[in-house]
């Protein structure tokens, strides 16, 4: 309700009452904006399932070396750019980080992107951390963003090996 | 419809959303959605606690501007505290009854050997709904002040 505003404040409280008014119509255009934009993401995300998310792993025969491969190919079906970036981490049973490594891609609106992350463990690493006996801790971050990067989400999954 | 009229109207209007709503859909859902809440971490009963303390803040919050002179400091003091509580109200929205998350909520669920952690980030919301709240407040003490002003000089007119 406006009150009267009769003497030397009635610019400034105009002034106020005009910007007040046109960062309640912001919020509400940007959140519809970036809320439509995640969700639209987020149900790629479910959608492509493998598609969007697909975890591999190989081991060298000749070298020994195991590799463990994430590779993505997100799609946008909102209506602004949304900056999809994943960051995995291998831990020994010490919650100690072993091997870790990331990426991200921008996806314009009705767009895809693409983005890989490979971790690698000697043979001997593979064995000394305690991955051979399935002892070893994976965590695997999935960030997702909008709004020049200002809102998003974030899917962190920790599993826990030998249980 | 006078001021002291609307006021009580109001107060009734906040105790029938913050205080009796949410204690009749609490009573009314199903045991197994509770345990689902419970298990994913989401303490319920805090949750409704805490918009019945906010439900009961505005309605006396509003009882009160009704009853005050729109000069008076009470007024005043009412008007900001109502933009303060409805403030309180935006971030425990947002942080899904994590109101000192300011906009960034988390939610973590785990079973067996995996755990996972999903975290919402819109502290930028947040941080417009706060600039939003400043303007209101200086708004609401700029008018308050020229309300005096011009109560002095028809007085010493």
């Avoid at chain 1, 519809?32 to 060298?60: C, M, N, P, R, W």
């Amino acid at each position: 309700m406006a009150s009267p505003v009769p003497t030397r404040h009635k610019k400034a409280v105009r002034i106020l009452r005009f910007t007040v008014r046109a960062l309640e119509v912001a919020i509400v255009v940007l959140a519809i904006l970036g809320i439509y934009t995640l969700l639209s993401a987020f149900s790629s995300a479910i959608s492509d399932g493998e598609k969007f998310l697909h975890l591999d792993q190989v081991s060298d025969p000749d070298s020994g070396e195991w590799r463990l491969i994430l590779k993505g190919q997100p799609s946008n079906g909102g209506l602004l750019d949304i900056t999809v970036s994943v960051r995995v981490k291998l831990m020994n049973i010490a919650n100690e980080t072993v091997a870790e490594g990331e990426n991200s891609t921008s996806v314009p609106p009705s767009g895809n992107g693409a983005f890989t992350v490979m971790l690698g463990l000697s043979r001997e690493e593979y064995e000394q951390y305690g991955f051979a006996q399935n002892r070893g801790i994976m965590e695997l971050e999935l960030n997702v963003r909008t709004l020049l990067d200002l809102v998003g989400f974030s899917i962190r999954t920790r599993i826990r090996g030998g249980e | 419809m006078n001021k002291r009229t609307q006021g009580i109207l109001r107060a009734v209007l906040y105790l029938v959303l913050f205080v009796a709503l949410p204690r009749v859909v609490l009573s009314r859902l199903p045991a197994e959605i509770l345990r689902m809440l419970g298990t994913g971490g989401f303490d319920l009963e805090a949750f409704v606690l805490s918009l019945t303390i906010s439900g009961a803040a505005l309605a006396l919050i509003a009882v009160t501007r009704g009853f005050t002179q729109p000069r008076s400091v009470m007024n005043l003091t009412a008007s900001i505290s109502s933009q303060l509580v409805w403030f309180y109200l935006v971030l425990f929205f947002i942080g899904l009854g994590q109101p000192w998350s300011f906009g960034k909520a988390q939610i973590t669920a785990s079973g067996g050997p995996a755990t996972m952690t999903v975290i919402f980030d819109i502290r930028f919301f947040v941080g417009l709904a706060a600039a939003i709240l400043g303007l209101t407040i200086t708004k609401m003490v700029l008018e308050h002040i020229s309300l005096r002003e011009q109560s002095t000089a028809d007085q010493t007119e």
